[in-house]
């Protein structure tokens, strides 16, 4: 069955740092989102992405943040500068249809030092 | 307060019993999601719903739309069901608004 998949699983930083998390969305969805959930709390919504450009961002998804799909089957999640409070487990998901149930990938628990 | 409102926060039950979590929303919507957050934080949607009800397995799906309300039923719980089910909302725009989880424990 296709699945979302990510790397690493777990990413250890130092604070300042630039960290890329990388997804691969199932093969033939077209929109593709980033999550995230810091410890302890609900998931939150950081930015969607379809058609090659961001379709929707929240507040969170400030000028440290961007977004990629550098080929036909990555999509990437920037962070340029980390900070303590990036620390959290980041969630990449993808979708068909707009409005169509969403599969998440396993999390990439980012750690910033 | 949140969009998405979830009770109780936390469930502990003995196996086999009938499970309910519920989940309250306070904007219209475009559909009801219920996802599964496992302990080692992965996360699976289990039911997507914009109205009446669902059924897979064990587990039920139902979402009253007049009064912003859905619920989640697990008939004849086993320890395996142990995990924090996750409530979340779409708005038409395609980002998901989540509730804050209830961690449901069933004991042997």
């Known amino acids: 069955e296709p699945e979302v998949t990510q790397t690493p699983s777990h990413q250890v930083t130092q604070m300042g740092q630039e960290v890329i998390l990388r997804c691969v969305p199932i093969?033939?969805?077209?929109?593709f989102y980033w999550y995230r959930q810091i410890l302890g709390q609900k998931v939150e919504f950081l930015v969607s992405?379809?058609?090659?450009?961001?379709?929707?961002k929240s507040e969170i998804f400030d000028d440290q943040f961007s977004v990629e799909r550098p080929d036909g089957s990555n999509f990437t999640l920037k962070i340029r500068s980390t900070k303590l409070e990036d620390s959290a487990m980041y969630f990449c998901?993808?979708?068909?249809?707009?409005?169509?149930?969403?599969?998440f990938g396993p999390g990439t628990r980012l750690t910033v030092l | 307060k949140n969009e998405v409102e979830q009770s109780p926060q936390n469930l502990t039950a003995q196996e086999g019993e009938f499970i309910t979590i519920n989940c309250s929303y306070s904007?219209?919507?475009?559909?009801l999601h219920w996802l599964q957050q496992h302990p080692g934080g992965g996360i699976v949607s289990l039911f997507m719903l914009s109205s009446g009800k669902k059924k897979h397995g064990r587990l039920i799906a139902t979402i009253n739309i007049q009064e912003k309300h859905s619920s989640l039923h697990i008939t004849a719980s086993h320890p395996r069901d142990s995990a924090v089910y996750i409530c979340?909302?779409?708005?038409?725009?395609?980002?998901?608004?989540f509730g804050q989880g209830t961690r449901l424990t069933i004991n042997p």
């Open positions: 093969s033939n969805h077209l929109y």
């Open positions: 979340a909302v779409s708005r038409g725009a395609q980002k998901l608004v």
């Open positions: 998901a993808s979708n068909l249809l707009n409005g169509d149930e969403q599969f």
């Open positions: 992405f379809y058609n090659n450009e961001i379709s929707e």
């Open positions: 904007v219209g919507i475009s559909a």
